[in-house]
Structures are given as C-alpha cells and as structure tokens.
Nanobody, 122 residues
C-alpha cells in the first residue's frame, strides 16, 4: 500500500554534510507527520527530527543546530540536511510516516522505511 524509500546515506568525514531524502508512495491522502529516527545501541530507535504537516518541527537535543528537517506535503517527501557531522552520528537512519490516511479509507497508519546507513569517519 504505502512505501517509504530513503536515499542519501553514505560515508563522510567528521565535520562534513549529508542530505537524506525520503519519499512516500502509494494511495496516500495525507500524512500527519514525517520524521527521521536512528538506531541506537541498546535501544530500538531514537527520534532525530520530526516535522508535522503544518511545518512544526522537533529535534533531538544532540542534533539541534546541526540538522534541519524539511517536508514537501504535495510530494510526500521529507529531507534531513545534516551538517557538522560527528562520528557518534554513525548509524542507520530510518524515515517514518505517522498518521497516514489512504484513499481506501484507512487512517492513523504508521510506516517505516528500510533505513539508510550514515558513516562518519574521524
């Protein structure tokens, strides 16, 4: 039904930048919020940044001032611009869509992408 596809991960040196993109496809009417999460040792995933359909954003303290999330509601895409990357940012990043409503009448659905690996070398 609904798929999320991430792109933009890779290898970068500390202090460098990467841009992650995620596109949601399928029979989508609306998406309440879209965001990026990352794998953390000993925990499932932690929130990195989230943006609502109205443009409100929320960031993890560890990325404030370095990462910027943006969204295109018309295209159902979300982007994470990551600057001043640190080795501790190395992990798999996942895109998530919350509160998805579909043409078939389903609502309140949540979807995850498969993840993209970000590696920051020191």
């Amino acid at each position: 039904q609904v798929q999320l596809v991430e792109s933009g991960g890779g290898l970068v040196q500390a202090g460098g930048s990467l841009r992650l993109s995620c596109a949601a496809s399928g029979s989508i009417l609306s998406i309440s919020s879209m965001g990026w999460y990352r794998r953390v040792p000993g925990r499932q995933r932690e929130m990195v940044a989230v943006v609502t359909s109205g443009g409100s954003t929320n960031y993890a303290d560890s990325v404030k001032g370095r990462f910027t999330i943006s969204r295109d509601n018309a295209k159902n895409t979300v982007t994470l611009q990551m600057n001043s990357l640190k080795p501790e940012d190395t992990t798999v990043y996942y895109c998530k869509a919350d509160g998805v409503s579909t043409v078939s009448g389903l609502w309140g659905l949540n979807y995850w992408g498969k993840g993209t690996l970000v590696t920051v070398s020191s």
